[in-house]
């Protein structure tokens, strides 16, 4: 099995239909971190309990999560394995063509944002950074409402102009807008949103930490600050394949000479306490790629990012 981990604060994963052979599995890690009100103390307990996301999606993999609930009264961090880039200053290393995009668009709210679920209502208004294509965020907004907003960033504005076409097509629009800004100097005041979400985002970003704490100072008190992100070292696969070891290794040291942190996920929750979160909910969820369509589908859409997208043009 290929078995890829993701911890909120996410890590992600890819390869070629000549390493789609053995099955895969895919971790995540995340963090749910409440940020504390000005005046109130955190709250001393928090209750926790697991939920399963049913893999509905197709060729989406089977993906567990935790989370957690804490008193309302201060605001919290999740953070889940994975990333896409949302800041002027660093370069998104994958870039946003046919390949990378037909893994992105697959992404729902339940199969990639399972952990923050449980702490969204109607209503809320949201900032999703780095949004994408936008099939995550449109479903933030339908389940926000049409009384909710969510605005989406992301520093690439074609990828915009697709996440509009999709919430268009999901009748969400009115409910959304979509802004090319650079997650770093956040155009918002402080204590703008109820939540503030981020998919994948932190391991192709240069000052992560940074990053958290501009997302901290736009969330409101009480609010919940979520990440998600994928850790590369925690990927792994039956039977060994040393081409695929080497894919691992040669995608490592790409995102490293941009800057980026392939293993994110391991560090988000170290990076949140650096950005003076206080109350921070960890969890992680696994994707596993077994059967022979989710392998030849994730090993073919490698196979073409490491051949012939932005990846390729950088080795």
């Not at 993906?63 to 880039?85: K, L, Q």
């Not at 668009?105 to 209502?121: F, K």
């Not at 999709?166 to 009115?174: E, I, N, P, T, Y």
């Not at 696994?286 to 012939?308: F, P, S």
């Amino acid at each position: 099995f290929f078995f890829f981990f993701f911890f909120f604060f996410f890590f992600q994963r890819h390869f070629s239909p000549a390493f789609s052979s053995p099955p895969a599995k895919m971790m995540s890690l995340s963090i749910l971190t409440r940020r504390a009100p000005f005046s109130a103390p955190l709250a001393s307990s928090a209750t926790a309990k697991a939920k399963t996301a049913a893999p509905n999606i197709s060729p989406s993999p089977p993906h567990t999560s935790s989370s957690s609930s804490s008193s309302s009264s201060s605001p919290s961090f999740t953070t889940t394995a994975s990333a896409r880039g949302s800041s002027g200053d660093d370069v998104y290393l994958h870039g946003h063509e046919d390949a990378v995009l037909r893994s992105h668009s697959v992404r729902t709210a339940e199969n990639s944002a399972g952990y923050l679920l449980p702490h969204l209502r109607k209503g809320q208004r949201m900032l999703d950074v780095g949004c994408g294509p936008g099939t995550i965020t449109a479903d933030f907004a339908g389940l926000l409402g049409s009384d909710g907003h969510v605005i989406a960033i992301d520093n690439a504005e074609d990828v915009l102009e697709k996440a509009r076409v999709h919430a268009k097509a999901s009748g969400v629009l009115d409910c959304i807008t979509f802004e090319a800004q650079s997650v770093y100097e956040l155009p918002y005041e402080d204590a703008s949103f109820d939540v503030v979400h981020a998919h994948q985002v932190l391991q192709h970003l240069s000052r992560p930490v940074d990053a958290l704490k501009e997302m901290k100072r736009v969330c409101k008190p009480g609010g919940v600050v979520a990440a998600r992100d994928a850790d590369y070292d925690a990927f792994f696969w039956h039977p060994e394949m040393p081409l695929l070891d080497r894919w691992k290794q040669l995608y490592q040291e790409l995102a490293r000479d941009r800057n980026g942190e392939p293993n994110a996920g391991r560090k988000v929750f170290s990076w949140a306490l650096e950005a003076g979160f206080k109350e921070i909910i960890p969890s992680s969820s696994t994707w596993c790629y077994a059967d022979e369509y989710t392998r030849d589908w994730w090993g073919g859409l490698w196979a073409d990012r490491i051949t012939g997208t932005a990846i390729a043009r950088q080795v």
